[in-house]
């Protein structure tokens, strides 16, 4: 995957203007890691760091093997025996940290509110446990979630890891189908749903979807439904013998403690499936012991997570940064974790940054995705609010483009706030690459570099590594704790997906990525979503950042196209900035934008000026759907789509499969 001369100029060109950003002063001073020494610890005993940081979490019995490595297969704290539960809820209940709200909720119709001290959370987790043992789930069973974001969420989660049953978090947006096939490979024993959810004031029918898939589940003994939206406005339909109230069910349970299960570390804590695959779903098994050390030491580190702080990561719970962020990492720290239903945009466009004011955020976590829609509807919407409780900024979910980070840097941070820009995975379970504050000069648009104990390299098609500004294929080349152990039921395809091309000792991440001169990591994307143009590799990252960088365009999404001579063409989606009118000599001013900015190779051959572009309910752009659209496939799933009706708009002004410059 090396870079041609021309272009290797071109990128070691644009990593040397990068303008960098220390650390605002005195934040050093004051950040909870101060040693720069640990990283060359890490890496010359990484078995002892990692030790070191598991004795932070609570143990019922002593592991006998920090790491026993059989490549590809890999265990840690081997013979240890703790409890996710525990170390989440029960350790936080002495002294002041028993009344501290672990938990604040807001759902998506304004005024909706719940806060959970710990106390709260150790009585509601505890009856859940209970209840979930009086429908019949044992250690070793699994359970399916499919809610929308509401306490009960993580209650339930933190209820099965308390008995040692295996949970799977199904995101509320997934169809029945979907959901069937998700409950069928995990052959889930009990489900857990709602009677609906709220998105953008419209309501999201679970139990209805719910009831669809149940239908061929036969795995599925109990349901048990929180009531959400009132069974009087929206009632919704309750088989005999199977189906029971949450809150019935709770009430039903007559003791006040589950005692936490001692559980081995490499106990499966729980299955997550990753988004928009065809045929089979890929059932990601992540174990107790070491994901909890991962999540637990890159929140404390990466957030710099204070006593006092209040910590919102805005990911669903559905997705992996949810399980990492919202719930496990921040609990196991003792932190105060936000909770939003809705959307960034409901009621106005103003939401998140009035949660951020009235609740006092002080650390923020979201994705590229929702800063480029923020600054597509302009800087007002946040300048309206008081944001001076914020002191750090992160950035989650795919690469982010300097300019995007500059304007949150600017508008949101008010140039006084860290940004740690992050990069990891659903199979990482844990942030890998990612600055720390107060150690790190960050770079727009860079990840930095690897967290302590972390060895990841960037190679070319026969696994050497490449030199200062060539793009090759991410890899990691020695195993950390919270790495997700196999594929749930099909061990074989986990090892051919991420250990075959290198061989077992190495994992291959499917990423593309460069390194600058100082050793930072600049991310690239997918592999799948590097062109090939006329023998040139360009990352659509990169392009889609010059597009961006146009004072006319809010978001931008690239993908390939055929073309009779280059092979691959260039076609560029863009949604204009609020104000700004599509013209035909506005898309011809992109291209040569682009070209200015990149190369001449990088000129885009099409460019469509769209209204939306195609996104997840968690604001990732669909770009598989315009490379289906483009190559004249059928569209694929769509069920993970905000709003449907935006690839009909798409395909309406779409002008065909073939490259037309």
Known sequence: MATTDNQSESVVHILTETRRYPPPQGFAEQANLRDPGVYERAR??????????????????????VMNWTPPTVEWFTGGK?????????????????????????????????????????????????????????????????????????????????????????????????????????EAKVLITADGGYRRGKVVPLKENADKALEKTPSVRKVVTVERLGRDKYPVNMLENRDIWWHEAMASVTESECPPEPLD???????????????????????????LVGTYLTTKWVFDLKED????CTADIGWVTGHSYVVYGPLANGATTVMYEGTPDYPDKDRFWDIVERRKVSVLYTAPTAIRGFMGWGAEYADKHDLSSLRLLGSVGEPINPEAWVW???????????????????????????????????????????LPGIEPDIVDDHGNSVGVGQDGYLVLKRPWPSIARSIWGDPERYVAQYFSKYGPEVYVT????????????????????????????????????????HEAVAEAAVIGIPHSVKGQGIAAFCRLRSGIEPRDDLRQQLREHVAKKVGSIARPDNVYLVAELPKTRSAKIMRRLLRDIAEGKVVGDTTTLTDPAVLEDIKRNYGGAEATE
């Open 44 to 65: 010359e005993d990484p078995e002892t760091f990692w030790a070191s940081v598991a004795e932070e979490l609570h143990w019922d019995q002593p592991w006998d093997r």
């Open 82 to 186: 703790l409890n996710a539960s525990y170390n989440c809820v029960d350790r936080h209940l002495d002294g002041a940290q028993r009344t501290k709200p672990a938990i604040v909720w807001e759902g998506e119709p304004p005024g909706e509110e719940r806060t959970l001290t710990y106390e709260d959370l150790y009585r509601e987790v505890n009856r859940a446990a209970l209840m979930l043992r009086s429908l019949g789930v044992e250690k070793g069973d699994r359970v399916s979630i499919y809610l929308p974001m509401v306490p009960e969420l993580p209650i339930a989660m933190l209820a099965c890891a308390r008995i040692g049953a295996t949970h799977s978090v199904v995101f509320g947006g997934f169809s029945p189908d979907s959901l069937a096939d998700r409950i069928n490979d995990g």
């Open 265 to 291: 570390a490499e106990h499966p804590l729980y299955t997550l499936y990753t988004s928009g695959t065809t045929g089979k779903p890929k059932g990601l098994l992540h174990t107790t012991g070491g994901y």
């Open 309 to 312: 702080d209040i910590y919102w």
């Open 408 to 450: 949150y840097h600017e508008h949101i941070g008010r140039e006084r706030c860290p940004i740690v820009d992050t990069w990891w995975q659903t199979e990482t379970g844990m942030i890998l690459i990612s600055p720390l504050p107060g150690l790190t000069t960050t770079k727009p648009g860079s990840a930095t570099i690897p």
């Open 510 to 549: 499917g990423d593309g990525a460069r390194r600058d001169e100082e050793g930072y990591y600049w991310l690239m994307g997918r592999v799948d979503d590097v062109l090939n143009v006329a023998g040139h590799r360009l990352g659509t990252m990169e392009l889609e950042s010059a597009l961006v960088s």
